[in-house]
T-cell receptor, first 111, second 115 residues
Framework: GDSVTQMEGPVTLSEEAFLTINCTYT??????LFWYVQYPGEGLQLLLK?????DKGSNKGFEATYRKETTSFHLEKGSVQVSDSAVYFC??????????FGAGTTVTVRA | EAGVTQFPSHSVIEKGQTVTLRCDPI?????LYWYRRVMGKEIKFLLH????????ESGMPNNRFLAERTGGTYSTLKVQPAELEDSGVYFC?????????????FGSGTRLTVV
């Protein structure tokens, strides 16, 4: 079955540092890939997505590129802010109604 | 537009008791989903409703869990009797189309602690 593996946290960074969260997946076919974010006290929000190989998803300064050859979808941001403190989840879907998530990575950014 | 609303936000119950979680989807969303995150692990799919019908309940862990969506509006997820391993965060999501995408909206979750 499908599975998503992301780097374990927690990750603690200083403001303006570079953030990368690794995500790899195992799946049949060509799934769509997602990053969701959960800010404290809020629901899961879609951060970015990519639907085919070599696509780059981007939003709020975050980027991730769908790499089929390495089955990866690493999340990056060049300069984090305190407001980026959250739990980040990598996920995949076979373009249907169901998401398969990774375990989540807690990121704390200190001023 | 109101988002997906879940309540309670937190619930602490004793092992063997019953708990009912509620989810109010976005108005007009026929598709409703339940997910669960246990002990900081991955978020796992539980089931999918289309209106009042269960389309996929393959993720329901056992028969202590009962989900309903009478009238195709709000949904409830009942755990009876609760066990320690049921502790976790239960998320609900809804969408107009039955496909993951921009319109697939999650609630803030119910944190269930069984002691």
């Amino acid at each position: 079955g499908d599975s998503v593996t992301q780097m374990e946290g927690p990750v603690t960074l200083s403001e303006e540092a570079f953030l990368t969260i690794n995500c790899t997946y195992t799946a049949t076919g060509y799934p769509s890939l997602f990053w969701y974010v959960q800010y404290p006290g809020e629901g899961l929000q879609l951060l970015l997505k990519a639907t085919k190989a070599d696509d780059k998803g981007s939003n709020k300064g975050f980027e991730a590129t769908y790499r089929k050859e390495t089955t990866s979808f690493h999340l990056e941001k060049g300069s984090v802010q305190v407001s980026d403190s959250a739990v980040y989840f990598c996920a995949l879907s076979h373009n249907d109604y169901k998401l398969s998530f990774g375990a989540g990575t807690t990121v704390t950014v200190r001023a | 537009e109101a988002g997906v609303t879940q309540f309670p936000s937190h619930s602490v119950i004793e092992k063997g008791q019953t708990v009912t979680l509620r989810c109010d989807p976005i108005s007009g969303h026929d598709n409703l989903y339940w997910y669960r995150r246990v002990m900081g692990k991955e978020i796992k799919f539980l089931l999918h409703f289309v209106k009042e019908s269960k389309q996929d309940e393959s993720g329901m862990p056992n028969n202590r869990f009962l989900a309903e969506r009478t009238g195709g509006t709000y949904s409830t997820l009942k755990v009876q009797p609760a066990e320690l391993e049921d502790s976790g965060v239960y998320f609900c999501a809804s969408s107009q189309e039955g496909v993951v995408g921009n319109g697939y909206t999650f609630g803030s979750g119910t944190r269930l602690t069984v002691v």
